[in-house]
């Protein structure tokens, strides 16, 4: 089992910043990669982020590209999201996953086993 702890969202005004955190505990042993999730009011949850825990390669959607930067601290457990430029059509409840496995489709739910609660992450106009 791994548990995943989100924190780090809230209100921000268009064009500001915020940062997410993610904690990991239990069998971290297992990680392949960390990815966050998010998903905007009455849509579907879709693909923002992933980082491989041991290389730290990097993959984004292309609508966070450029705005929103994810990093991780293998000596805390935690994987970061850096969020800049905040637009309000990133309003969403963010979460963190956890994948055991490589796989060319890093945007792929069902592919990460483990997942955080969520956090709300609201950008006003």
């Known amino acids: 089992q791994v548990q995943l702890v989100e924190s780090g969202g809230g209100l921000v005004q268009a064009g500001g910043s915020l940062r997410l955190s993610c904690a990991a505990s239990g069998r971290t042993f297992s990680t392949y990669a960390m990815g966050w999730f998010r998903q905007p009011p009455g849509k579907e949850r879709e693909f923002v982020a992933a980082?491989?825990?041991?290389?730290?390669?990097?993959y984004y959607a292309n609508s966070v590209k450029g705005r929103f930067t994810i990093s991780r601290d293998n000596t805390k457990n935690t994987v970061y999201l850096q969020m800049n430029s905040l637009k309000p059509e990133d309003t969403a409840v963010y979460y963190c996953?956890?994948?055991?496995?490589?796989?060319?489709?890093?945007?792929?739910?069902?592919?990460?086993?483990?997942w955080g609660q969520g956090t709300q992450v609201t950008v006003s106009s």
């Open positions: 980082i491989t825990w041991s290389a730290g390669n990097t």
């Open positions: 996953a956890h994948r055991r496995f490589s796989t060319v489709r890093t945007d792929y739910a069902d592919y990460y086993d483990y």
